[in-house]
């Protein structure tokens, strides 16, 4: 069993924090894991991805190339078409409807596809929208949208609750654990 | 037990464990975090130093003195350490020391893509390469025995892709060890002619030596699979291929990289079929096959740029593609850019208004060169701004000091920027230097540095001052602006780029992500007064945007600098309560 998992999203969105959830939800499950990330000049605002791999066998290559993925949690709708085609066939994607315009948007060079989660769809992509900026507005603060989506995502994971539970509990400081519970929970409870 | 940490993590943890005392580097990406995470170890005293030349001293100066020492810098800070090694090379050590440094191919974030086991042929020191986070903490640990062993510098590289992955590592405990003994040894401490001409020699049975020892070290694996295929490789590359190949090809895992091994190489080589050496960046493992008379297979397959994948070794083997799913449009770029509220956007705006040329530098300041902003003319490396602005007037001469800057970050100029404006004070040059305070090494992820005022534990320290030091150096023109205020900034520029004489102009405001910063409430479109001018979007600002031909900011990330609300003459961007 492999399983490759791509978070994508803008930097300074919080995917960090989510795949040191999925890693360490994955390592209490016993499995190899490997988690790759992007620091520096990817992070001002630039479109960020970040890949967890975790096998019961070994895991070896630590990035995930074209069509590649079982899961792209996508921050950003823009993010969820970029990097589509590094999805399996039969793989799904659980992308938070935020728009964010990148800069060439903003000058006017370049245009913001209308309708991308239509289109996805119509690809025959496998494809869940959230709105997670309001749920974690509803949890107390916009910052924990990363976690509404971790909730979403724990639905096409096989990982027990508990897990999710203890992940949070060891990457969160305790005065957000609060939030974070209510963040995640609120995710959960998207079908 | 095992842990899940990054590469540079897993280096910091080697550390611990191999009694590491001392620490002393320059932050860069991709290689910060090693001393980051060391400096969390109350057993290891780590510091930032100004540049990588000062650290790697300071950890050269400490394993004479008889503590193991690190110091970790990205490659081309290799290039400013690159002096103190070479020498270091000739004086071997007394405790271990182990120079870290991080390659970046596919260039994430760097200026060069350059290749630095070179540094380990050309200085002739051992150099090791982890593929993972386990290997990277033990081959860490395996370098400092190297280093004692063989009385020499030993480099420990890695690369963006191993720095930043995390994977499991077994932790152990650390090693106490007594500080060794110094014992005064001109003849093996002091590099002059007479000493280092005998030290070359026993630099050279060294190389014989560790040659040897390359042939049986551990950190040089053989895993033995079909042999058809065989594989020589090292570092992540060597993931790449088992993850493609498995077990359909046998490997020859390299850890031990410089220097290489001949007889165990031409063993695995008569064992396969077809031998292929699969390195990113230059073709050292493949030269050397070639010139020990091994045939491989090498870089007329695989590319001399950029970062290797799986895809990239499956496609160059097999020519195999992937049918995947397709997005029917156009996907605009999404360029990394100054953050909302970033002080360094409106010296920028400024600039690009009064058309100067820019000299620039290495920092989150780079950005200033990208549109809308696009306020930047030359970006070499650490300090050129400087100095190269000086070259750039020197050869234009007239009035070229008058139309031209240089910028530079606070942890830049510290670095190695003070070096060019000494040189412009004493050979008379005109140039306007803006140094862009904003107390903090940004880029790298807020480190402290010698202007900050406090050390890397976060304890307070003495405090560069720029004005000061700017005019210690016989810089007689030094003032100090707020890069929020448009108009006093563009005043202070234009005044000094009018004087016919040196001067620098301070740019102080601390960066918008530092904890500490207090931030207004996001500002807020007068929807009415909006004439969707778009005078606002020439900020370049991540938070602003237009949508159905009128202005909207982003609330989640505007943090209410008021540089819009500034340049809008309609006075259609206000404060929440203003615009009520």
Known sequence: ?191 | MKKLLLGNEAVARGLYEAGVAIVSSYPGTPSTEITEAAAKYPEIYAEWAPNEKVATEVAIGSAIGGKRAFCGMKHVGLNVAADPLFTASYAGVNAGLVIGVADDPGMHSSQNEQDSRHYAIAAKVPMVEPSDSEDACAFTKAAYEISEQFDTPVLLRMSTRISHSQSLVEVGERAELPAKEYVKNPAKYVMMPAFAKAKHVVVEERTAKLTEFAETTELNKIFWNDTKIGVIAAGSTYQYAREVLGDKASYLKLGLVNPLPVQLIRDFAAKVETLYVIEELDDIIETHCRKIGVKVIGKELFPWIGEFSQKLIAEKLFGAKENTFTFPETIPPRPPVLCAGCPHRGLFFVLNQLKVTVSGDIGCYTLGASAPLSAMDTTICMGASVSGLHGFNMARGGDSASKSVAVIGDSTFIHSGITGLINIAYNQGHSTVIILDNSITGMTGHQQNPTTGFTLRGDPTAKVSLEKLCDAVGINRVRVVDPYNLAETRKAIEEELAVEEPSVIISRRPCALLKYVKHKKPLKIVTENCRGCKACLRLGCPAISVVNGKAMIDQTQCVGCGLCADLCKFHAIASEEESK
Request: hydrophobic share 45%.
């Open chain 1, 1 to 191: 069993m492999n399983k490759n998992i791509m978070i994508v999203g803008v930097g300074g969105q919080g995917s960090l924090l989510a795949s040191k959830l999925l890693g360490h939800v994955a390592m209490q499950a016993g499995y190899d894991v490997k988690v790759s990330e992007v620091h520096g000049m990817s992070q001002r605002g630039g479109s960020v991805v970040t890949y967890v791999k975790y096998s019961d066998d070994k895991v070896w290559s630590p990035v995930i190339n074209e069509g590649e993925a079982d899961l792209i949690i996508s921050f950003e709708m823009l993010e969820a078409a970029r990097w589509v085609s590094f999805l399996k066939k039969e793989g799904t994607i659980v992308v938070n409807n935020q728009e964010i315009a990148p800069m060439p948007v903003i000058t006017g060079a370049a245009v913001y596809p209308e309708k991308i989660a239509e289109k996805l769809k119509k690809a025959g992509v496998n494809l869940m929208v959230v709105d997670a900026l309001s749920l974690a507005e509803e949890a107390g603060s916009a910052k924990a949208t990363n976690v509404v989506l971790m909730g979403a995502v724990a639905n096409h994971m096989e990982f027990p609750e508990e897990m999710w539970q203890n992940a949070i509990a060891e990457c969160v400081p305790p005065k957000f654990l609060e939030l974070n519970h209510k963040a995640f929970a609120l995710g959960r409870n998207q079908k």
